[in-house]
């Protein structure tokens, strides 16, 4: 069978630019945003989409005259500072051609010492905006110098899910501004009873965060098995930009410690220990795949790992093939579970079907748990019926809005990846 696709390469956002840190003049205080009405205060009834259109006075007044150094505007700036970045920000939320990442990246550029009451003015001021009620606030607080704390993203009920974004773990890969590790935690989570762990290994051109809301992970993991917290490490040294690079990642033991790290750190998961985790799905979308590998054989997971699935993510060849092999009779019987949605990767998905096929047969098991879908490519299965079945391979050119088949098949497919036949 013949597959159409344009390369055999991860298909991921360009490199981003960095702005100079400390000439806000020159990177994000020159910008001018158009936006519809200022934000209302938290009492407010007239929400923000009803306000007149006006544009935000430009704050380059303020930084016109601003020392700078490598680390921020120096203290005595502070407070002209925190009366212009609150509105500003506000217009990067406001602007519908402002993307998510420019609002992040510009707060992560402001390091000044004040960054804390900062947050805490956007977060009492303007709670009632609807940019708020999307939980994406929290990813403008960065960790005080006094304490790597974890960053808690929502004020939400346990019914409602709980996102939080961890900052400053013991093991990280390097010392980046995005966070070291988001996590999730479902609608319905309930600490006392067993819980399933989904790691999800973002591709190249992103970070943890965007991840998390660009693939609509929350939605997702609310559909899944009961009782799953997604967690998505950031595996790679430069975060958000086209870098395979995963530094410390890939030593022995070092995931396993960064995993009981974000553990101890999250509320509802602090105490417990890896054993006591219930199980554990490794995801790897695109570039993720080398993360991916180096959670399965560098860190004694194997008695915990019961999923494995690679969305567009085989540019390894035969780099997942041992834990197929060691696995064999769990995935034939479906104790153990491997999916394999592809659209780029179609050649060597293929071939590794061949592969797991030969396996089978030579363990004297049936053929017939390989369940190969490469005809209905613009089909999306069923949940339901993906939890059936042992081994999947799916060949997938479905679409999600603007997206092409390489994203979207993160968008479709991380619910089965942790849905098993108990939760339908």
Not at 109 to 123: A, F, G, K
Not at 282 to 304: P, R
Request: aromatic residues 8%; glycine residues 6%; proline residues 4%.
């Amino acid at each position: 069978m013949h597959f159409e696709y344009t390369s055999n390469y991860p298909q991921e956002k360009s490199e981003k630019q960095n702005p100079c840190e400390c000439n806000l003049q020159e990177s994000f205080l020159s910008q001018r945003v158009e936006m519809k009405g200022q934000l209302p205060r938290k009492n407010d009834r007239q929400t923000f989409e009803e306000n007149r259109p006006i544009a935000l006075q430009n704050p380059r007044s303020i930084s016109k005259n601003m020392e700078c150094d490598k680390k921020g505007p120096v203290d005595n700036k502070t407070d002209q500072i925190a009366q212009a970045i609150p509105q500003w920000i506000a217009s990067l939320i406001g602007s519908r051609s402002a993307k998510q990442s420019d609002v992040v990246a510009a707060w992560g550029r402001l390091n000044v010492t004040s960054h804390s009451s900062l947050y805490q003015s956007l977060n009492s001021n303007y709670r009632g905006h609807p940019f708020f009620q999307r939980d994406y606030y929290s990813r403008f607080k960065l960790p005080s110098k006094e304490s790597d704390a974890l960053i808690k993203h929502s004020e939400k009920s346990s019914s409602e899910g709980q996102l939080f974004e961890l900052h400053g773990l013991r093991h990280r890969t390097a010392n980046h501004s995005t966070p070291d590790a988001v996590v999730y935690l479902p609608r319905g989570f309930d600490a006392s009873k067993p819980i399933n762990i989904a790691i999800y290994n973002h591709g190249l051109g992103s970070t943890v965060a965007e991840a998390f809301h660009e693939h609509d992970l929350r939605r997702q993991i609310d559909l899944a098995s009961p009782n799953t917290v997604l967690i998505l490490p950031e595996w790679s040294v430069h975060p958000g930009t086209a870098s395979q690079a995963t530094g410390s990642f890939g030593r022995q033991g070092f995931f396993r410690g960064m995993l009981q790290d974000i553990l101890d750190r999250t509320p509802g998961l602090s105490g417990k220990n890896i054993d006591a985790l219930n199980s554990m799905s490794i995801i790897t979308h695109s570039g993720g795949y080398q993360a991916a590998m180096h959670e399965l054989y560098n860190n004694d997971l194997q008695h915990k790992i019961v999923s494995v699935t690679l969305l567009d993510s085989l540019y390894a060849g035969t780099g997942f093939d041992k834990w197929l092999q060691e696995n064999i009779h769990d995935l034939a019987s479906g104790k153990k579970r491997f999916r394999n949605f592809f659209s780029g990767t179609a050649d060597q998905s293929v071939a590794q079907a061949r592969r797991l096929k030969r396996m089978l047969a030579q363990a004297g098991l049936p053929t017939s748990a390989v369940v190969e879908d490469y005809r209905q490519s613009q089909s999306v299965m069923d949940p339901s019926e993906t939890s059936r079945h042992g081994i999947i391979f799916k060949y997938s050119t479905a679409r999600v809005s603007n997206k092409g088949p390489h994203s979207s098949v993160a968008d479709l497919y991380v619910r089965h990846a942790v849905t098993t036949s108990k939760s339908g």
